[in-house]
């Protein structure tokens, strides 16, 4: 049976990084982004009974320090191919990197797994999601989405039919706009460049509710979100009470997100 599970190893506006992890004997692995020190990935990685050098890639959905800090550093270090688009390569320092580049809505294939870039609203040059599927099983598939300002009709094409997903739910607007940010902050995270609230996350799971089982809540905001809040909101959304989410923290790994194919 193969098995496609994604990791969260952080997430948050501190540093995100996810272990994607698929393959029949599961030893096929990557992160998606690295925005913590090479020390607390290395030890994160370990806590799964992994080394860096066993990642087969890693892949950069954007340039914010929060999401690529740690890429270039360990790339180097461990020689790992590292896939991103050229927008955002401008914005990284990568020399000695060993670089290849992905273009929005061009699939490609790494080791048996398919992946679909697709492009998202966000302050940062062509900010990517994607989709997951093994090779074998396109039937099967994930959906990654963060950092994203507002739900497009091609967000919610990209993800429908996905069984599983792994999405924001960065804040709550009441608790942003009664909140300690100065006004520009809070302008920039509600707008349409910046995060997903919980109602528009929630808004998308209701949209995806006919084949999505299992979700996972990410990049919550630690001043203006509640978990249990954020769970509770989008957890309603599903309509169905056999449905699995978890959240996503920012300094301890959160259990595995698992698709199972044939």
């Not at 004997?25 to 860096?52: S, V």
Request: charged share 20%.
């Amino acid at each position: 049976m193969s098995i496609i599970t994604l990791t969260p190893l952080a997430s948050g506006s501190k540093g995100n990084a996810n272990l994607l992890t698929w393959g029949k004997n599961q030893d096929k692995h990557l992160l998606i982004d690295c925005g913590i020190r090479i020390k607390a990935i290395e030890k994160t990685l370990l806590m799964q009974g992994l080394e860096a050098t066993q990642l087969s890639a890693i892949i950069v959905t954007h340039a914010h320090a929060d999401h690529i800090s740690g890429v270039a550093p360990l790339a180097r270090k461990y020689n790992i191919p590292t896939f991103m688009t050229k927008g955002t390569a401008k914005f990284a320092d990568l020399k000695g990197v060993p670089l290849a580049h992905y273009g929005i809505d061009q699939p490609f294939e790494l080791e048996g797994l398919h992946i679909h870039p697709f492009t998202v609203p966000h302050d940062a040059r062509e900010t990517a999601a994607f989709t997951f599927h093994e090779t074998e099983t396109p039937d099967k598939k994930m959906g990654y989405l963060t950092d994203c300002g507002h739900i497009t009709p091609h967000i919610e094409t990209m993800l429908t039919g996905v069984q599983a997903l792994a999405v924001e739910a960065n804040h709550c607007r009441d608790m942003l706009m009664n909140g300690p940010y100065p006004y520009s902050l809070k302008k920039r995270v509600s707008g349409d460049l910046g995060h997903l609230s919980n109602e528009q996350t929630a808004q998308l799971l209701g949209k995806l509710s006919q084949a999505l089982k299992k979700v996972h809540l990410l990049h919550l905001s630690e001043e203006n979100n509640c978990p249990i809040k954020a769970k509770n909101i989008c957890f309603k959304a599903l309509n169905n009470p056999k449905a699995e989410m978890v959240v996503a923290m920012q300094n301890n790994p959160a259990p595995p997100l698992t698709l199972k194919g044939i």
